[in-house]
């Protein structure tokens, strides 16, 4: 048999050559049916740049080094040991600080005391003790009084606006997270370091202990109280531990700074005097 005979044939008995197979043998390309047997596919193009071509956007950000990890995902396997002791006993703080927290809510240990220990933070709060002051100057007859009156004033704005612009430069929450009462923004004691009660209660005690003569009973009660009004705070989960220590130590360099720069009397008599007239006119 001729070779073209048997081509036809086989043609013949080809069954995707029938017409009601023809659609089998046809591509859909752009939603009409392509002629022919056999599908085209479109060449497959390599992105290669050209020397003065720019690569396209996004590329850059797709690639990456195969061996550079981000930086936050890189871990220091030779930490120094001045970090780990620091980190360790920042841990040690907010663990001891959470547990000492026992007034943080109704619902804790010694949630019944709340009260009683917010009554007592009350005692070392700015605004109870700028108003207080203000209120016995204004009562005072004697030049020595105003003058110690004057200086207390004077130390307690200081210590207001010092401990208000580090805790906005540090920015440190407390162990709890509690939202600030009203008082507390008023006087902007919003974070948690320094602990701004155990800086006045410091200074305060300091300051009377210095300036004012008073029994050995009352001595320690005052000390008494300065501790008792910083461990308040941490108490009811406001502040760290850490927070408390360094409170006490940046009143006290509040009194020793106030100390340096102490107004006389004559001065203090000049400050009323303008208040005075200020108020007359």
């Not at 089998?24 to 020397?51: D, I, M, W």
Request: glycine share 8%; aromatic share 6%; charged share 15%.
């Amino acid at each position: 048999m001729p070779a073209k005979a048997r081509s036809k044939a086989r043609e013949r008995n080809n069954v995707l050559n029938r017409a009601e197979f023809m659609s089998l043998n046809q591509t859909v390309r752009g939603g009409q049916p392509e002629r022919g047997g056999s599908a085209r596919r479109p060449p497959f193009k390599h992105q290669t740049s050209q020397p003065g071509e720019e690569p396209p956007e996004g590329s850059s950000k797709d690639k990456k080094e195969p061996g550079k990890l981000p930086e936050e995902d890189c871990m220091q396997l030779n930490p120094s040991f001045k970090g780990i002791a620091l980190n360790s006993l920042l841990a040690i703080d907010i663990c001891l600080s959470k547990r000492m927290g026992v007034c943080a809510n109704t619902s804790s240990s010694w949630g019944g005391c709340r009260s009683m220990v917010n009554l007592l933070a009350l005692t070392g709060h700015g605004i109870t003790w700028i108003i207080g002051t203000i209120v016995c100057l204004t009562r005072s007859n004697t030049l020595a009084g105003q003058e110690v009156l004057v200086n207390l004033l004077l130390a307690l704005l200081l210590d207001v606006m010092t401990v208000a612009g580090v805790q906005r430069l540090v920015k440190r929450k407390g162990p709890w997270e509690m939202a600030p009462g009203f008082l507390d923004c008023v006087a902007m004691d919003i974070y948690s370091f320094p602990a701004a009660h155990a800086s006045r209660a410091a200074m305060v005690s300091k300051f009377l202990l210095s300036h004012l003569v008073l029994a050995v009973p009352l001595r320690i009660l005052l000390v008494l109280w300065a501790f008792l009004v910083g461990l308040s705070r941490v108490l009811l989960g406001r502040h760290h531990l850490t927070d408390m220590v360094c409170g006490f130590a940046l009143g006290l360099l509040h009194f020793s700074l106030m100390e340096s720069v102490w107004l006389s009397s004559s001065t203090c008599q000049t400050l009323i005097s303008i208040k005075h007239l200020y108020l007359a006119w």
